[in-house]
């Protein structure tokens, strides 16, 4: 599959020159001008092509926060394997713009603007809603039907540190623990001698918020990791922090 991916990558997705986002912007609906004139550091976006044999779609990203550059990919509706050649273009961005994009807000982003073409061509689309559920789907007067499916982030970061926290002692001692709040999409890095009643307090205000990782740590640990990530403050202990940020602080507690 990775090389399938690989290959749909190279055929299909390439780097716009300035020249190439200045003529985009005269057919755009806002967007990309915005990105122009700095109101926004960057922008995703999706045209239908007018192709109606094939039905080729776009998908870009541009980025105007030192120079203006973007990347762009064409895709078919009907493709079998749309949206893992969608997720495979958001981590291309991903690794282009680390700074500025995170995977699973880039590759949700996406889908959802394909959902929304996809919806205005009459065509039904369902996601995770449906697809986790078992039965038949019954559309009428529908001339397609597409899976379009997102990633929910707080399920991902809990995966990423699935074994970690098989570890912990919960006898007193310092623990230094991620808890994620998925109304936000922030991560709080905190220590706690007893994290559950910290995540507990928490919940009084957002019952989703949970503790996603919790290792045996000094107390040090947690000034090291907020001076780290200290451009992704958001306020406190609380940051916007990417899979990639997540991947890193993984391998620091090991």
Not at 81 to 104: C, M, S
Not at 217 to 244: A, C, M, Q, V, Y
Request: net charge positive; hydrophobic share 30%.
């Amino acid at each position: 599959m990775q090389n399938t991916i690989q290959k749909f990558i190279t055929e299909n997705c390439q780097y716009l020159s300035e020249t190439d986002i200045f003529q985009m912007n005269k057919s755009d609906n806002g967007p990309i001008n915005n990105v122009l004139t700095g109101l926004n550091k960057h922008c995703y976006g999706i045209w239908l092509l007018d192709d109606k044999t094939d039905n080729n779609y776009l998908l870009f990203y541009i980025n105007n926060r030192t120079e203006l550059s973007g990347l762009v990919c064409r895709f078919k509706i009907n493709d079998k394997k749309r949206n893992d050649f969608t997720l495979g273009f958001a981590k291309v961005i991903n690794q282009e713009y680390p700074k500025d994009t995170d995977l699973i807000e880039t590759f949700n982003t996406f889908q959802n603007h394909t959902r929304t073409m996809l919806e205005k061509l009459n065509r039904f689309t369902y996601g995770n809603e449906i697809a986790d559920k078992s039965g038949t789907l019954i559309v009428k007067n529908k001339v397609g039907i597409d899976y379009v499916p997102f990633v929910n982030k707080k399920e991902a970061f809990k995966h990423i540190f699935s074994t970690d926290n098989e570890s912990v002692s919960m006898e007193n001692g310092n623990k230094i623990y991620l808890m994620f709040n998925p109304r936000n999409g922030y991560t709080k890095i905190g220590r706690s001698i007893k994290p559950k009643a910290r995540e507990k307090t928490l919940q009084g205000e957002d019952p989703e918020t949970e503790i996603i990782a919790m290792w045996n740590s000094p107390k040090s640990t947690e000034k090291d990791l907020h001076n780290e990530f200290n451009e992704k403050r958001i306020r406190g202990e609380w940051f916007n922090l990417g899979i990639s940020d997540l991947l890193e602080i993984k391998a620091k507690m090991k």
